[in-house]
Nanobody, 131 residues
Framework: QVQIVESGGGLVQPGGSLRLSCTAS????????IGWFRQAPGKEREGVSC??????DTYYADSVKGRFTISRRENTVYLQMNNLKPEDTAVYYC??????????????????????????WGQGTQVTVSS
């Protein structure tokens, strides 16, 4: 049985930092990509960052490059968020894509389209950046 557990959200001032954690378990695929999406009220869901379980390749949205860093230990993924801005305020969701290298790269799909077919989702964690 699959399970995705997220933690680390909270309230910070602009310029502050948070670290989000996501642990995925129960997946049967040889490799899983784990990523973060976010959605603010009145806005569409946005892909934030992702890391492949096959080759470690990573994706970052242009809006977070240079500020956020994704890392991984086994099936736990961390998103270190530095220099946070009010526009980072959103519910952040962890998601899992079961990879098959024969069908291409999910990281490439995110880079090209900003979205991809992540089939499993966590419950979300609130990040609020405000003074």
């Amino acid at each position: 049985q699959v399970q995705i557990v997220e933690s680390g959200g909270g309230l910070v001032q602009p310029g502050g930092s948070l670290r989000l954690s996501c642990t995925a378990s129960g997946f049967t695929a040889d490799y899983i990509a784990i990523g973060w999406f976010r959605q603010a009220p009145g806005k569409e869901r946005e892909g934030v960052s992702c890391i492949s379980g096959y080759d470690g390749d990573t994706y970052y949205a242009d809006s977070v490059k240079g500020r956020f860093t994704i890392s991984r230990r086994e099936n736990t993924v961390y998103l270190q968020m530095n220099n946070l801005k009010p526009e980072d305020t959103a519910v952040y969701y962890c998601a899992v894509h079961q990879e098959n290298p024969a069908f291409g790269s999910i990281i490439w799909s995110l880079r090209q389209y900003g979205t991809a077919d992540f089939g499993s989702w966590g419950q979300g964690t609130q990040v609020t950046v405000s003074s």
